[in-house]
């Protein structure tokens, strides 16, 4: 690993500032997946801007009845904070199966939304990768991709976006609170992750040296018995194959309300709109769960390895959806 050198600030307008005073630096909090990459040669900054001493760690209820969750907030402390275990069970679910306690116990809410792709071609810093080295092919097309996306890929980039919480925030329709040289901003969860299209290189909106600050989740009943399965290919640490974030409520036999979305499938994050639409209004019974299912994966392209995440993301919708509409939880 090649030197770099080290800033530590205390303040939001200093951090900007100091990564912002010259190209190649970078914001540095948790770490658990940036200090690997730094390892790995895969980024390289100049400078680190080591913001732990930031005040951004607040987790706060919001007037309408959600929470704000400051971007240093802990996601040991975010899965265990009270407000977000009773009113959004299924986002606490989602934080307690995304990593080890001692990753959890690191690892902060806003480096999670951002962290990169386990795509080995992409880590290995030498494959040809678009997301690493744009123009340089992509490794995964015709090579070991079981482990990756099916939805939202494009002739660039079949990369999935691994993060657990994030499937949960699409869900819940989040808005990202961010600060950056231009002010202060805010992006709703659904326009902060960009498919691959022709520049996988580009994963989120975010401006050279804007900061996230909080993540706003507003308040909906319906969050209240949410819950998120998650399958892997071992029960404990590992990423996943197929993932559902889902809540329901239903009324006379026919869904009401749905929030569904999954992960482990997608490049980015999946809110599952077109599942969503189709049984909004219809019948809670398991051949609509798996015509909502065979809607939303319609234009599905698996390659060789990866193409049972198909049948198994249509099992996995199917469960989910019984579980919610019948009121259980995972």
Same mark, same amino acid.
């Given at each position: 690993?090649?030197? &770099?050198?080290?800033?530590?600030?205390?303040?939001?307008?200093?951090?900007?500032?100091?990564?912002t005073? /010259?190209?190649g630096?970078?914001?540095?909090?948790?770490?658990?997946?940036?200090?690997?990459?730094?390892? @790995?040669?895969?980024?390289?900054?100049?400078?680190?801007?080591? &913001?732990? $001493?930031?005040?951004?760690?607040?987790?706060?209820d919001?007037?309408?009845?959600?929470? #704000?969750?400051?971007?240093?907030?802990?996601?040991? $402390?975010?899965?265990?904070?009270?407000?977000?275990?009773?009113?959004?069970?299924?986002?606490?679910?989602?934080?307690? +199966?995304?990593? /080890?306690?001692?990753?959890?116990?690191?690892?902060?809410?806003?480096?999670?939304?951002?962290?990169?792709?386990?795509?080995?071609?992409?880590?290995? =810093? +030498?494959?040809?990768?678009?997301?690493?080295?744009?123009?340089t092919?992509?490794?995964?097309?015709?090579?070991?991709?079981?482990? !990756?996306?099916?939805?939202?890929? /494009?002739?660039?980039?079949?990369?999935?976006h691994? /993060?657990?919480?994030?499937?949960?925030?699409?869900? @819940?329709?989040?808005?990202v609170?961010? &600060?950056?040289?231009?002010?202060?901003?805010? &992006?709703?969860? =659904?326009?902060?992750? +960009?498919?691959?299209?022709?520049?996988?290189?580009?994963? !989120?909106?975010?401006?050279?040296?804007?900061?996230?600050?909080?993540?706003?989740?507003?308040?909906n009943?319906?969050? =209240?018995?949410?819950?998120?399965?998650?399958?892997?290919?071992?029960?404990?640490?590992?990423?996943?194959?197929?993932?559902?974030?889902?809540?329901?409520?239903v009324?006379?036999?026919?869904?009401?309300?749905?929030r569904?979305?999954l992960?482990?499938?997608?490049?980015?994050?999946?809110?599952? #709109?077109?599942?969503?639409?189709?049984?909004?209004?219809?019948?809670?019974?398991?051949?609509?769960?798996?015509a909502?299912? $065979?809607?939303? @994966?319609?234009?599905?392209?698996?390659?060789?390895?990866?193409?049972?995440?198909?049948?198994?993301?249509?099992?996995?919708?199917? #469960?989910? @959806?019984?579980?919610?509409? #019948?009121?259980?939880?995972?």
């Amino acid at each position: 690993m090649r030197p &770099i050198s080290y800033v530590r600030v205390s303040d939001v307008d200093e951090a900007v500032a100091a990564v912002t005073a /010259s190209p190649g630096r970078a914001f540095l909090a948790g770490g658990t997946t940036e200090v690997d990459l730094l390892r @790995l040669g895969v980024i390289e900054p100049d400078v680190v801007v080591d &913001i732990n $001493d930031l005040p951004l760690a607040a987790i706060e209820d919001l007037p309408d009845g959600g929470v #704000r969750i400051g971007a240093l907030a802990r996601m040991s $402390d975010v899965a265990r904070a009270p407000s977000v275990r009773e009113r959004f069970p299924g986002m606490s679910e989602a934080l307690l +199966l995304g990593a /080890s306690e001692q990753l959890r116990n690191m690892a902060t809410i806003g480096g999670n939304l951002c962290q990169r792709t386990r795509c080995a071609y992409f880590r290995d =810093g +030498l494959s040809a990768c678009n997301k690493r080295e744009p123009g340089t092919g992509c490794s995964a097309m015709d090579g070991a991709n079981r482990a !990756h996306a099916i939805l939202g890929t /494009s002739d660039k980039c079949i990369a999935t976006h691994p /993060s657990d919480l994030a499937v949960a925030l699409v869900a @819940l329709d989040a808005v990202v609170q961010t &600060i950056g040289p231009s002010g202060a901003r805010s &992006i709703p969860i =659904g326009s902060f992750y +960009l498919e691959p299209g022709d520049t996988p290189d580009r994963e !989120h909106p975010l401006e050279y040296g804007e900061l996230i600050a909080s993540i706003d989740v507003p308040g909906n009943p319906l969050a =209240g018995d949410s819950f998120y399965l998650k399958f892997r290919d071992r029960e404990s640490y590992e990423f996943a194959l197929v993932s559902v974030f889902a809540a329901a409520r239903v009324r006379n036999d026919r869904v009401d309300d749905l929030r569904l979305s999954l992960g482990g499938v997608g490049t980015v994050p999946w809110r599952a #709109r077109r599942a969503e639409a189709r049984l909004t209004g219809g019948s809670a019974t398991v051949e609509e769960f798996a015509a909502a299912a $065979d809607e939303e @994966l319609r234009d599905a392209a698996p390659r060789e390895h990866n193409a049972f995440k198909v049948e198994f993301a249509r099992r996995v919708i199917v #469960r989910a @959806l019984g579980q919610a509409t #019948r009121g259980e939880k995972s």
